[in-house]
């Protein structure tokens, strides 16, 4: 059994909801559920868009609701990627701009220790140590775990978080 953490984030519909049917469907798919962070509202990300060469910067206007849970799973990381992707789907996410508006988004933050640098898959989470809306939830699942690559503690990466987007707790 793999020890895994994954966020997830909604900000369209009734994004609590989101969440609560996306963790009850993860339970199905030969996950156990280890703990669950509470629930932060936070600030959307703005992002570039680049239309026709001329970056613009965009932002969605709805906040989002994120957490992370800590899970046991016997799956793959793949299959765990292919299964997060499917109930994202079954929840009806559909593709959209990067960091766009979604009803669900389910992202593999770390798959025990390992490091996966694939075409589809990168684990740990490129951008989780950048982001408070993942650190926050992250440190209240395991403020002791170390990232497999920078090496540091979750509650150092918090403390040394330069996110300066707003974030509540619900």
């Known amino acids: 059994m793999k020890t ?3 966020s997830l984030g909604s900000n369209l519909g009734n994004r609590l909801e989101n969440i609560k049917r996306a963790v009850d ?3 199905t798919k030969k996950i156990k559920i280890v703990k669950e962070s509470s629930v932060y509202e936070t600030e ?3 992002y570039k868009n680049n239309l026709k060469n001329k970056a613009k910067k965009v ?3 709805k906040w989002f609701l994120n957490s992370v849970i800590k899970i046991k799973t016997v799956l793959s990381a793949r299959d765990l990627l292919s299964t997060c992707q499917k109930i994202e789907k079954e929840l009806g996410r559909k593709k959209t701009l990067k960091w766009g508006s979604r009803i669900i988004d389910i992202d593999i933050l770390f ?3 390992e490091i996966i640098k694939e075409k589809k898959m990168v684990v740990p989470h490129s951008q989780a140590y950048k982001r408070g809306f993942v650190l926050f ?3 209240e699942v395991s ?3 170390v990232h497999p690559v920078l090496k ?3 509650s150092t990466l918090l403390e040394r978080l330069e996110d300066n987007l707003k974030i509540y707790k619900v």
């Open 143 to 145: 403020s002791g775990f």
């Open 152 to 154: 540091k503690r979750v």
């Open 25 to 27: 469907l993860l339970k």
């Open 44 to 46: 959307p990300l703005e």
């Open 111 to 113: 798959y025990g220790n």
């Open 59 to 61: 932002s969605t206007k």
């Open 4 to 6: 895994v953490y994954l």
């Open 137 to 139: 939830p992250l440190a």
